[in-house]
């Protein structure tokens, strides 16, 4: 006997209205494609309340952990059908059961929707826990917190019996709730902002400002082996490679240098817009923290926001820094954003950069200075490079000079 599908449990989604099978079917879609990708005989089904992946002989565990990815999920179990008889349903509940080897405690959850079955809900409880006691040890009874739920649905067609109830990623499917464009740094904040984008439905296209030869190419590839992880959740994540170098060095010599950073942060939201308006994405998602650093006191951001009318949204702005850290490691974003490669941000810092910057003076040092054609420029060069979950991404950076 083994586990033939994983049963699936909205969230959030459950509760929409009239569009909601717009929302199960952009789930199903992404669970499709996340599992096609390592599975050959899966198959996603959609019934009224519910969805199923139909296991066909793969691993029922490695196929529970890729859809454990997929947003727009709020639990998963492993599910047995079965003919409605009862030794039968016994057996599935009992393997069910034991395939969790630290659970002490059990219930057993009964529905028969199909009256005709001879055994009334009650009677298979007492059946079923009966069962799974006499082929155990040290197991109990707990019908107020269980270690494992044993659930069986007596239907027209069959018996289901589902056990262990295992997390989702939450959230809403990716891409019900428009498209953000992600500035992706390469430090730690970034891959989480865009992470929690994801996360409420958000579909991301990536944008990273590259200054050779102050910045490596391994710092590039950095920023694509972290869209790679986030990809894992959405498929695949279109990245925008900003040469930035001609932009940093005029702001580095003309602009004085307590405001460079913030004159800096301004340009890269004006190439940031342009390139969005191209893309028809209609917001932009940074990773910055209230108060984390000098760039992001509530006057800078002022000061920075300035110069869009386009929705900046930070996600990460009410989060220390400790918690970000913690989300990092949970995606395996962290290791990658610790790596030693420095991205734009990181030279040219100022000794003294200010705190609590004026959109006045921040407008006024950059009408001293003629920036349009070296952002035009910039946009004019930018490179795309797609990159999907699972595939290391890797390009001809000279190409992107």
Do not use: W
């Amino acid at each position: 006997m083994k586990f033939d599908s994983i049963l699936i449990r909205y969230g959030e989604m459950a509760i929409k209205g009239k569009n909601r099978k717009y929302f199960e079917r952009k789930l199903q879609d992404h669970l499709i494609k996340k599992l096609s990708q390592q599975f050959t005989y899966t198959r996603v089904r959609k019934q009224r309340d519910r969805m199923y992946v139909l296991l066909n002989g793969e691993d029922p565990h490695k196929v529970m952990q890729e859809c454990q990815q997929v947003f727009g999920i709020h639990t998963l179990s492993f599910a047995i059908k079965v003919e409605k008889e009862e030794q039968a349903i016994k057996d599935a509940a009992l393997y069910a059961f034991n395939d969790d080897p630290e659970a002490n405690t059990f219930k057993v959850s009964c529905r028969r929707a199909d009256k005709t079955f001879p055994i009334g809900s009650q009677d298979l409880n007492y059946k079923i826990g009966g069962h799974i006691l006499a082929n155990t040890e040290s197991v109990t009874v707990d019908v107020h917190h269980p270690d494992v739920e044993i659930k069986i649905e007596v239907r027209n067609d069959a018996a289901y019996i589902t056990a262990q109830d295992y997390p989702g990623a939450g959230g809403l499917p990716v891409g019900t709730s428009g498209q953000s464009l992600l500035m992706l740094s390469g430090g730690i904040d970034s891959p989480v902002a865009g992470y929690l984008m994801m996360k409420r439905g958000v579909q991301l296209e990536a944008i990273h400002f590259h200054s050779p030869p102050f910045t490596s190419d391994r710092a590039k590839q950095k920023v694509l082996d972290l869209a790679a992880e986030l990809a894992k959740y959405g498929h695949r994540i279109n990245v925008h490679i900003v040469p930035f170098t001609a932009l940093q060095q005029k702001i580095h010599n003309e602009i004085p240098e307590g405001y460079s950073m913030t004159v800096m942060r301004r340009m890269m939201l004006r190439v940031s817009e342009k390139i969005a308006a191209e893309r028809n994405i209609l917001s932009m998602t940074t990773g910055e923290s209230l108060g984390q650093v000098a760039s992001q006191t509530m006057e800078s951001m002022n000061a920075i926001n300035e110069v869009t009318n386009y929705p900046v949204i930070r996600p990460l702005v009410t989060m220390d820094k400790l918690d970000i850290i913690s989300i990092s490691k949970r995606i395996n974003t962290y290791s990658i954003s610790t790596l030693p490669y420095e991205d734009c941000c990181t030279i040219f810092v100022p000794k003294a950069p200010k705190t609590k910057p004026t959109r006045e003076n921040s407008s006024y040092y950059e009408s001293n200075v003629e920036f349009e054609e070296e952002i035009l420029e910039a946009v004019r060069k930018t490179k795309i490079v797609e990159v999907r979950a699972d595939e290391k991404a890797d390009t001809d950076f000279e190409d992107l000079l």
